[in-house]
């Protein structure tokens, strides 16, 4: 495949860029790890109203090192800060809460992702996530569903694919990804490119996607701040 290494966006670029899009009340479930950073780059004249599975709703951010307190944590076990009108509820309470449709965006990362928008994000292998938790709950029941990925696996093979060849957390949820490359919609079955990195080509990013990429209208160019890089 074609080397992109020195091209790709950071996890914080790609975090930054999906941050963009989250409107100012939209009530948002961070996945666990990557998704994480999601929180950090909320722009001034928004604020989202962050969920999370152990039951505690419109947290702040991660303290300062060193201030932590350990009973007030994310279902990540990262540490968050309490800010006024943060509530906590029991477990199943917040499962109600995902079930019944009240969460308007949730963003996963991904192992593979489907063009019909099927997501697998754990793995029955040695070092994978252990189980599906929560997540089957999520990409089922939220509003929107989008996933945070690099384009390629570490071995430089698609995550982006025609199917999935591990075992699905979602069928047909996904509908939008933020990748180390490229913005991607899922519509009517196909990947839609949005967005690309200008430093790759269209044909050099085709060829490190899985299944073929369409376009629907002009491809804008994906630029995220470079002190983030």
């Known amino acids: 495949m074609t080397d992109i290494t020195d091209i790709k966006l950071s996890n914080a670029q790609i975090a930054w860029r999906a941050a963009q899009d989250i409107e ?44 932590e307190n350990w009973d007030c944590i994310n279902a990540g076990k990262k540490a968050i800060t309490i800010k006024p009108g943060t509530s906590f509820f ?12 009240h969460l308007d965006l949730a963003i996963l990362g991904a192992y593979e992702v489907a063009q019909s928008g099927d997501l697998a994000n754990w793995s029955t292998g040695r070092g994978g996530v252990p189980a599906v938790g929560g997540a089957m709950d999520l990409v089922q029941s939220a509003k929107r569903v989008a996933v945070l990925t690099d384009h390629v696996t570490r071995k430089g093979q698609p995550k982006l694919v025609a199917e999935c ?24 079955g196909h990947f839609v490119l949005r967005e690309k990195i200008p430093t790759i080509s269209l044909e050099n990013l085709q060829l490190v996607t899985g299944a073929p990429l369409h376009t629907d209208g002009p491809v804008v160019d994906l630029i995220c701040p470079e002190a983030l890089a």
Do not use: K, W
Request: negative net charge; proline residues 8%.
């Open 90 to 101: 029991h477990q199943a309470d917040s499962f109600a809460m995902v079930r019944g449709g």
């Open 165 to 188: 060849a591990l075992p699905l957390t979602g069928v047909r949820c996904v509908t939008r990804l933020y990748t180390s490359l490229a913005t991607v919609d899922i519509v009517g």
């Open 24 to 67: 100012d009340g939209a009530y948002v479930n961070l996945g666990i790890g990557f998704p994480e950073l999601v929180a950090r780059f909320q722009p001034e004249d928004r604020q989202a109203i962050f969920h999370s599975e152990n039951g505690v709703l419109d947290f702040g951010p991660a303290p300062p090192e060193g201030e």
